[in-house]
């Protein structure tokens, strides 16, 4: 069952929501204020928020802001303002989408399953392997929350190689990934790009641990 964390002062639109989403199998948690909100928040595994722009003790954008820091959850920002520059500002704190009151409670259905539609699509464009995470999506590698910087190339090579975590690759094998680009790259300039991505990656470079080489044949990311 997925759990919406709802922050919304007006009592009548707070019950009407609450009510059509658990209606059709949700869980709904609902707060009237902020502090309220990051209490529930603490206290709750909450898969999507929806939050209204204007609370009695501060500002949604600010509480969107502040979530973003350390989160990635799913936010739907609902505001009485219809000003194209409410909506940037709301977008630009990291909500994902945006509805302007009034609306119909199916068309906020509808716009909360296409994000949380979104989050399980992106999530299996997510390679994880021990303390490593690819988002192939946006081509980023991760150490834990750290973010390791990568080349076209080394993106290329590493997301072959989680993608077949524990598998032996042979040179060819690896440098079909270049032939089905139509480049061509020689052996040596693959021993480079692996040398370079190990740097990045490994606690000691000249004694890696994670992508090994296996001697006369080729290389293999070894499971954590």
Sequence with gaps: MKTILLIEDDENLSRGIAFAFEKNGYQVISANSIKEGKRLLEQHEAHLIILDLGLPDGNGIDLCKEIRAYSKIPIIMLTACDLETDEVQGLMSGADDYITKPFSLSVLRAR?????????????????????????????????????????????????????????????????????????????????????????????????????????????????
Excluded: H
């Excluded at 032996?168 to 061509?184: A, H, M, P, R, Y």
């Design 112 to 224: 909360v399953e296409t994000v949380l539609r979104r989050l399980e699509s992106n999530k299996n464009s997510v390679i994880q392997s021990g303390i490593f995470k690819l988002d192939v999506n946006l081509c980023k590698l991760y150490r834990g929350d750290e973010e390791i910087p990568l080349s076209a190339t080394e993106f290329r090579l590493i997301n072959y190689f989680m993608s077949n975590a524990g598998q032996v690759l042979t040179k060819e094998q690896i440098l079909s990934l270049w032939d089905k680009q139509g480049n061509f790259v020689d052996e040596n300039t693959l021993s480079v790009n692996i040398n370079r991505l190990r740097a990045k990656i490994e606690n000691d470079p000249k004694n890696p641990k994670i992508i090994k080489t296996i001697y006369g044949i080729g290389y293999v990311w070894v499971k954590e």
